[in-house]
């Protein structure tokens, strides 16, 4: 009898090619890597580490939903906008991650499941799985752009269905949730008695104006328990500094009731540190300096990739409206995993589809971080293994 959970079994076995990456790097030969997501190595706007060094940084307020005064940093950021709440309905913890590892614990039984999204970044079976929970996939079809189509979650719930998650906008698909649809899944939740789960981390970062786009759940009325998502990680670009925030809306006897039981899930851990607390007003003040850089150095990047397709090409950018990827249709042969090892051969690094659950057809994700004089450089052998062959 093995002394380990099976919930922490999860399969380690390296594919093809993790391992032809690795022994590339190994190798020392020059890669290209459009993998690249961490914001603090691609030569971005960070602020001064000064602003960690405050008189009170080693003091220490256990305040289970988070210091007020950075509440009232994250509800200044929101209103900075459009969306107004109350630091009151606002909980910091250490990451996304960890918010939803609580909201399983507040809303499920072991044994039962959320939905969640597919295509999208293969994070939520081990947050799930880790909790007891299961999770149950609703598509987000091609046709609608992969959009959300209230008709496809209606149809992966059970009677063991506890909650549904969107993440908006889509990564890597980059599409935004629109009111239509928010509408439609707020009636199938008020109907089914499910919480809505809103991942907002990449919602600052729209490339366009869009009619009918839901930037955010937050300070909404909704008829459902509802908890918007985000972060330090992507709104100001410091994944390193582990805060993150959660807020808390729906209808007001159940809001407040999740709050309530938050608190006491939240202070039976109190991760988030002192320093990163109190220097949260700082730290989002400077966040859209982060995000303009970062937007042009995504819109420059995502122009050379469209200028880097010929006419005759097989392949396509598939059309979206934020985020830091770029998802391409590519043709069914050879197919992904060959293509992303062809591509290596060639000094460039790329995902295939599959790792986020793409189906209906060959994808490959391209991360638009790395500076554009390095992903220039990608472009020329990226069309040369994807052109036509003969």
């Not at 039984?109 to 994070?123: F, H, I, K, R």
């Not at 439609?184 to 990449?202: K, P």
């Not at 052998?381 to 062959?389: D, E, I, K, Q, W």
Request: proline content about 9%; hydrophobic content about 45%; charged content about 20%.
């Amino acid at each position: 009898m093995s002394p380990f959970s099976a919930r922490t079994d999860f399969p380690r076995t390296w594919n093809p090619l993790a391992r032809a990456l690795a022994e590339r790097r190994a190798s020392g030969r020059p890669l290209v890597d459009l993998t690249e997501t961490n914001p603090t190595r691609v030569g971005l706007p960070a602020p001064e580490p000064a602003l960690l060094a405050t008189p009170r940084a080693l003091g220490y307020t256990p305040e289970p939903q988070g210091l007020l005064s950075a509440r009232e940093a994250v509800a200044a950021h929101l209103a900075s906008r459009g969306v107004r709440v109350s630091p009151e309905h606002l909980l910091l913890s250490a990451s996304t991650s960890e918010s939803y590892g609580w909201l399983f614990k507040l809303l499920c039984e072991p044994g039962d499941n959320v939905l969640v999204p597919a295509p999208s970044y293969p994070l939520f079976e081990y947050l799930t799985r880790l909790e007891g929970v299961e999770t149950r996939t609703y598509r987000l079809p091609r046709a609608h752009g992969f959009g959300l189509d209230v008709d496809e979650v209606a149809a992966a719930r059970d009677a063991r269905t506890r909650a549904v998650l969107v993440v908006n906008p889509g990564n890597p698909t980059g599409h935004y949730l629109q009111e239509g649809e928010l509408e439609a899944l707020g009636a199938l939740c008020a109907q089914t008695g499910m919480a809505l789960l809103s991942d907002e981390v990449f919602s600052d970062f729209a490339w366009d104006e869009e009619p009918g786009r839901v930037a955010t759940v937050a300070g909404r009325a909704l008829p459902m328990p509802t908890f918007s998502l985000s972060g330090l990680s992507k709104v100001a670009g410091l994944p390193g500094l582990k805060l993150g925030w959660l807020h808390v809306g729906g209808p007001e006897a159940a809001r407040d009731e999740a709050l309530a039981r938050l608190e006491l899930v939240a202070d039976t851990y109190l991760s988030v540190n002192t320093p990163v607390q109190l220097a949260l007003p700082g730290l989002l003040a400077q966040a859209p300096r982060f995000q303009a850089a970062l937007l042009a150095r995504v819109g420059e990047n995502r122009r050379r990739l469209l200028q880097a397709r010929s006419r005759e090409a097989r392949w396509d950018v598939v059309p979206a409206h934020g985020g830091w990827s770029s998802v391409l249709r590519i043709p069914l042969a050879p197919g992904e995993e060959a293509t992303c090892l062809a591509l290596l051969d060639e000094g460039v690094g790329v995902q295939p589809g599959y790792f986020y659950d793409f189906t209906g057809g060959a994808f490959l994700v391209l991360s638009l971080l790395p500076p554009p004089d390095v992903f220039a450089a990608a472009l020329e052998p990226l069309a040369r293994v994807l052109a036509p062959s003969g």
